[in-house]
């Protein structure tokens, strides 16, 4: 049951530098996410996936970009990598999103990144 | 727009002591309320959820009941363990199309 499985764990990136954030779950769901963790600040959604070929920007989405590759896979690209960006980044999905859905979100165990 | 507001931690205790950490909530019409929970190094995880008011969540000895009278979905736990520490988030789900968390809480249980 491996659930949401995000790579890498860990991760140190140069200012200016850029990579790919990977996010893969098992669980069959239409929706998946990025969010963005920082000390005092909760979680920020950076963006959203509703459904597979869809994508819309979150609360804190400049600087990055996604692809839904299918409907497993949901990738976050930091192109040109800040030292504001250093944070802890979580994947989740869920089943639905939608007005009339409860949107229970399964999580990734996070990707730390530094930018030096 | 929706909005959660939880008490800042973080919150020490010791074993065995009880636990409230307060939650409360702004939203239209009837949302659904959620505790999330993230131990370390971890993402987070339901801990338990209210779809209605008057309902209690429970889950692993945690309870919340959803007051709509006071907006409030506080979490509590009548003897904590130093297993419990972690990081507890307040969430709702109204009628937008993904969920609003509050800042979470840290609770730290010493033996």
């Known amino acids: 049951n491996a659930g949401v499985t995000q790579t890498p764990k860990f991760q140190v990136l140069k200012t200016g530098q850029s990579m790919t954030l990977q996010c893969a779950q098992d669980?069959?769901?239409?929706?998946m996410y990025w969010y963005r963790q920082d000390p005092g600040m909760g979680l920020r959604l950076i963006y959203y996936?509703?459904?597979?070929?869809?994508?819309d920007k979150g609360e804190v989405p400049n600087g990055y970009n996604v692809s839904r590759l299918n409907k497993r896979e949901f990738s976050l690209r930091l192109e040109s990598a800040a030292p504001s960006q250093t944070s802890v980044y979580f994947c989740?999905?869920?089943?639905?999103?939608?007005?009339?859905?409860?949107?229970?979100?399964?999580f990734g165990a996070g990707t730390r990144l530094s930018v030096l | 727009g929706d909005s959660v507001t939880q008490m800042e931690g973080p919150v020490t205790l010791s074993e065995e002591a009880f636990l409230t950490i307060n939650c409360t909530y702004t939203?239209?019409?009837?949302?659904?309320l959620f505790w999330y929970v993230q131990y370390p190094g971890e993402g987070l995880q339901l801990l338990l959820k209210?779809?209605?008011?008057?309902d209690k969540g429970s889950n692993k000895g945690f309870e919340a009941t959803y007051r709509k009278e006071t907006t409030s979905f506080h979490l509590e736990k009548g003897s904590v363990q130093v297993s419990d520490s972690a990081v507890y988030f307040c969430?709702?789900?109204?009628?937008?199309?993904?969920?609003?968390f509050g800042r979470g809480t840290s609770l730290i249980v010493h033996p």
């Open positions: 989740a999905s869920s089943v639905r999103p939608g007005p009339l859905s409860m949107n229970i979100q399964y």
């Open positions: 669980m069959n769901h239409n929706s």
């Open positions: 996936s509703a459904s597979e070929g869809t994508t």
């Open positions: 939203a239209t019409g009837y949302p659904s």
């Open positions: 209210a779809t209605k008011a008057d």
């Open positions: 969430a709702l789900k109204g009628g937008s199309y993904i969920p609003t």
